[in-house]
């Protein structure tokens, strides 16, 4: 069965930095590309950032270029999302999701709160 | 980032027909797959239809996708209770190279 299960959301204040991982099963994970997806509170959803299976591609929203890392461990099977000059506009749910353009399979996300 | 434009709103019956509408360009559903998500109240987005009018396993045959040009359309027939909840659209855009989200539908049933 596949499971994807992030964690690392919490409360920052804004300027602040936080790391997201998803820890994934079920699934050989080296051999999918990874997206991350948020969602703002009562919104919609809005794409993040994606990586390829190796690592060596890597797009990004124009709302987090710059500010948001994405990487992954393979031998972990783990995907991250390095967050840094955090803003409230930041604050949302973070889903990780299995596929570059379509997410197969969606972890249940991590509320990351940026509030002063 | 939010160019593939969905109705806010859409209702029906049960039992009956509805549609979902999503409209973008020739640099996103005019040359890319499209995908539609089903949101449940306090759930995570599941994958509903693929490359158009594909069904992962599992999905009911109710659900069914197509496309025509620059847009693409969810239908579901034989609505139930169990569909209201929020669908969204999505295809990668070649211009911006990001994935578009649609602005999501919520589904009522009346």
């Known amino acids: 069965e596949v499971q994807l299960v992030e964690s690392g959301g919490g409360l920052v204040q804004p300027g602040g930095s936080l790391r997201l991982s998803c820890t994934a099963s079920?699934?050989?994970?080296?051999?999918?590309?990874m997206t991350w997806v948020r969602q703002a509170p009562g919104k919609g959803l809005e794409w993040v950032a994606n990586?390829?299976?190796?690592?060596?591609?890597?797009d990004y929203a124009d709302s987090v270029k710059g500010r948001f890392t994405i990487s992954r461990d393979n031998a972990k099977n783990s995907l991250y999302l390095q967050m840094n000059s955090l803003r409230a506009e930041d604050t949302a749910v973070y889903y990780c999701?299995?596929?570059?353009?379509?997410?197969?399979?969606w972890g249940q996300g991590t509320l990351v709160t940026v509030s002063s | 980032q939010s160019v593939l434009t969905q109705p806010p709103s859409a209702s029906g019956t049960p039992g009956q027909r509805v549609t979902i509408s999503c409209s973008g360009s020739?640099?996103?559903?005019?040359?890319?797959?499209v995908t539609w998500y089903q949101q449940l109240p306090g759930t995570a987005p599941k994958l509903l239809i693929y490359?158009?009018?594909l069904r992962p396993s599992g999905v009911p045959d109710r659900f069914s996708g197509s496309k025509s040009g620059t847009s693409a359309s969810l239908a579901i027939s034989g609505l139930q209770s169990e569909d209201e909840a929020d669908y969204y659209c999505?295809?990668?855009?070649?211009?911006?190279?990001?994935?578009?989200f649609g602005g999501g539908t919520k589904l009522t049933v009346l």
């Open positions: 999505a295809a990668w855009d070649d211009s911006l190279s990001v994935v578009l």
């Open positions: 020739s640099s996103n559903i005019g040359s890319n797959t």
């Open positions: 990586i390829k299976q190796d690592g060596s591609e890597k």
């Open positions: 079920g699934f050989t994970f080296s051999s999918y590309w």
């Open positions: 490359s158009h009018n």
């Open positions: 999701a299995r596929g570059r353009t379509t997410g197969e399979y």
